[in-house]
């Protein structure tokens, strides 16, 4: 019997003209951003042969591994490939445990940047829309790793860490590339003939480079990890104070009055950069893809869309990479739609299926519904996704029913939100934090199973997981009439070191009394970390929960809160400048 993701998971890319409508110019854009990227790489490799040929012996150093090499590649997951790429590399050879680390992350950025250009030279190829949305959905997430991996290469090097970037930013933009990587590659698993053979030649061991350079800065500090929960880094411990302690719902008494109101006030008495009125009248523009132009790459304040009350169906609406702190506001959960019918059913990737996409660093949503009504017979069909660091979704709908959100990666945060949705309809690879939310099961497809989370973390050293925090899982009318047919399951595994926690949350009597429900037989019950902290309703009894190695009924605050706002997603540091109210510990 079939149900969840069709056998295989299959995430994937953005629009479904892509670059099937304009080959060249897109070829052009990303070799101007591939020459820009990889003379950074130059430039750096440049200032570290410097530096290491000090300790360099007279004549050329053998091909022969060092021992600081072989220190540093044993704490990879794929050593023989971290030791053969940095023989490879100018100095590598003669450099300290220290120097390696920036080595790596250079060698990486310098390979997958290569590959994006190779990747690039098959884009007149014959393909089908599915193969185009794969192949589109590699082009897209490779540059984006380019760009994770230079960010991170100017932190790590020596005099580096520019406009105050840290080590968790580090391990998440790394963390990111890897999930990019993930995407790319499974977009491709379910189809075969010459793009696939070509694109698999062209990126071969991407994904275990970035994993080994993820390894080897993970671990250069010596910081433990028990049972793959992270550990607070050491300058993030300032917690924070509260106006009213009993008030949940208050902001925090630092935030300046304006970032107070900007989430606070109604939005028809906000100032606008762009205000979209889908009847033409009243507004400054009438679609949501004419606003998103016109904010600006790479800004710095908060570009505010209005988007007024009515239904907008678009395709291909997507805050890009470059479109960094947006704010869209709307009239109110219901009021103002953003709506899309795309499913793989349409020979898409599930990645590709969104009814809206944010990959710009900053994006706030605020007073919005993000819905794909495609149904549960067109199996994945994404409502919203988001690749976003630093992302809030704030008093939000989001509707579907399989696949509803994508969490994509990177660090996000969910406030207020109600979620809809039948088989994995909160999936990803994030580190994201879900607070005061309420999860709605749906009912699904016959025969199908409910899942709420599918959390795809497939490396170890990743930062990333799914949070659910104070919120409530409940049944909708369709499914409450008919829920002895189909059982329902807090989550199922991904990937091999999939993670996710509940935590003091309300569980209705839909959850399964097992809890927990197996992906494939036996598949990652070992690895991964699945837990459950002082919840309660009927659905949160532990009596009869799944005994898998790697479940665990968390009984420590001191674990429960490395899974709270201010340890797991870090957001003391950058939620307050959003002004949306948030818990930052376990509780007020």
Known sequence: MEYGRLGKPEPGG??????????????????????????????????????????????????????????????????????????EFPGAVTASDKDLVHISVNMTVQKVGRALYSASEISNLDMDSHVRSAYADCLELLEDSVDLLSRSLTTVVPGGSPEGSTEEDV?????????????????????????????SNRLKDLSELVSNSLAIYSTIGGDDDFV???????????????????????????????????????????????????????????????????????????????????????????VGRKK???????????????????????????????????????????????ENWAGPSKHQAVALRVGADHAVVYRCNIIG????????????????????????????????????????????????KITVTAQNRKDPNQNTGISIHACRLVAEPDLEAARAAFPAYLGRPWKMYSRTVYMLSYLGDHIHPRGWLEWNADFALDTLYYGEYLNYGPGAALGRRVNWPGYRVIKSAAEAGKFTVAQFIYGSSWLPSTGVAFLAGLST
């Open 14 to 87: 953005s629009s479904t003209r892509s670059l099937a409508s304009e080959p060249k110019r897109s070829k052009i854009r990303i070799l101007v951003f591939l020459a820009a990227t990889l003379l950074v790489a130059s430039a750096v490799s440049a200032v570290l042969v410097v530096v290491i040929r000090n300790r360099a012996n007279s004549g050329r150093a053998k091909l022969k591994p060092s021992q600081a090499m072989s220190r540093t590649c044993s704490r990879t997951r794929y050593p023989t490939l971290c030791l053969d790429s940095l023989l």
């Open 401 to 448: 029913y399989q696949d509803t959100l994508y969490t994509h990666s990177q660090r996000q945060f969910y406030r207020d939100c109600d979620v809809y949705g039948t088989v994995d309809f909160i999936f990803g690879n994030a580190a994201v934090v879900f607070q005061n939310c309420t999860i709605h099961a749906r009912k699904p497809l016959p025969g199908q």
């Open 171 to 199: 391990v998440t933009w790394l963390s990111a590339a890897l999930t990019n990587q993930e995407t790319c590659t499974e977009g491709f698993d379910e189809l075969n003939g010459d793009v696939k053979s070509e694109m």
């Open 228 to 318: 793959g929960v992270p550990i607070q880094n050491r300058r993030r411990r300032r917690l924070l104070s509260w106006e009213g302690e009993k008030e949940v719902e208050q902001f925090p008494k630092w935030l300046s009055r304006r970032e107070r109101r900007l989430l606070d006030i109604p939005a028809a008495s906000i100032n606008a950069d762009v205000v979209v009125s889908g009847d033409g009248g009243k507004g400054t523009v009438k679609t949501i893809a004419e606003a998103i132009k016109k904010a600006p790459e790479h800004g710095r304040r908060r570009f505010i869309i209005y988007v007024r009350a009515g239904r907008y169906e678009e395709s291909n609406l997507k």
């Open 324 to 370: 960094t702190n947006i704010m869209f506001i709307g009239d109110g959960k219901g009021k103002t739609v953003i709506s899309g019918g795309k499913s793989v059913q349409d020979k898409l990737t599930t990645f590709h299926t969104a009814s809206f996409a944010a990959t710009g660093a900053g994006f706030i949503a605020r007073d919005i519904t993000f």
